[in-house]
């Protein structure tokens, strides 16, 4: 905990914010808080996110674009670092970190936030002092490949204002990314009876949260697609992705 305080990392169901951080990533935060959350017209239809605010598992930090690029990558990447860290120590959590892209940007279309998202996931990338590990493949345009950070495969998505009506993807007012360590998930993956009840429960609630179909490039039900990065910025109107996988680095 007190290399967490010496990085940006707010670590959940903690009240303060770490020194110096900005008062819009400050509301920011209780916007997102507000959202997992709510219960109207319905709750949050992802409960491991609601469960996590409520019980103080999802952390925070956050990216201010104002400044530098490659400096708010470093900062990030540290504490990204610091968050895989916690997870590993407590293997039995299920533990999220919630990075806040801001201030907000009235002006920003999706274009936008889908161009943000994938350079700051390609320059955070930059700052990882680990290769990736042996069977974790590090071609984006590998069909098994998913984001990994300090030897961490990552589940990844992002979410910004402009999917409108695709609220379960607006989560403030700005460009917010969730990440997770795809270990947690180990036990309720969509080959077990469990990860096929959440699936369905997930996709039910997403009935009632929102009137726009459910992303094609989610799998049926019984379990994802096979190319994780199509569901990290899908589009707003749900449609398949096509093309190689919008990341740019080196093969590690």
Not at 85 to 91: D, F, G, H, I, T
Not at 123 to 132: L, N
Not at 204 to 229: F, H, I, N, R
Request: glycine residues 8%.
């Amino acid at each position: 905990m007190a290399e967490a305080a010496t990085t940006r990392l707010w670590v959940g169901g903690e009240r303060a914010a770490p020194r110096h951080t900005p008062r819009w990533a400050q509301e920011e935060r209780q916007r997102v808080r507000g959202t997992l959350l709510g219960a109207h017209p319905s709750p949050y239809p992802c409960h491991f996110g609601s469960i996590g605010e409520n019980r103080g598992t999802n952390h925070y930090t956050y990216w201010d674009l104002h400044q530098d690029f490659a400096s708010e990558a470093q900062a990030t990447a540290r504490a990204l670092r610091v968050f895989i860290e916690m997870q590993l120590a407590s293997p039995d959590e299920r533990l999220s970190l919630l990075i806040l892209a801001g201030p907000p940007s009235v002006d920003a279309d999706f274009a936008w936030y889908r161009d943000l998202f994938w350079r700051m996931l390609s320059t955070v990338h930059e700052h990882d002092q680990i290769s990736w590990p042996v069977g974790t493949l590090g071609d984006p345009e590998d069909p098994n490949w998913e984001f990994t950070f300090a030897g961490e495969p990552l589940f990844t998505f992002g979410t910004c204002p402009a999917y409108g009506p695709r609220r379960s993807r607006v989560l403030g007012e700005c460009l917010v990314i969730g990440v997770q360590c795809r270990r947690v998930f180990d036990s309720i993956s969509g080959s077990t009876a469990a990860g096929r009840a959440a699936k369905k429960r997930i996709r039910q609630s997403l009935a009632e949260y929102e009137s726009v179909p459910v992303l094609e490039d989610a799998g049926d039900g019984q379990g994802s697609t096979l190319e994780k990065w199509k569901q990290y910025f899908p589009e707003v109107d749900g449609k398949p992705l096509s093309g190689k996988c919008p990341v740019q680095w080196e093969k590690r």
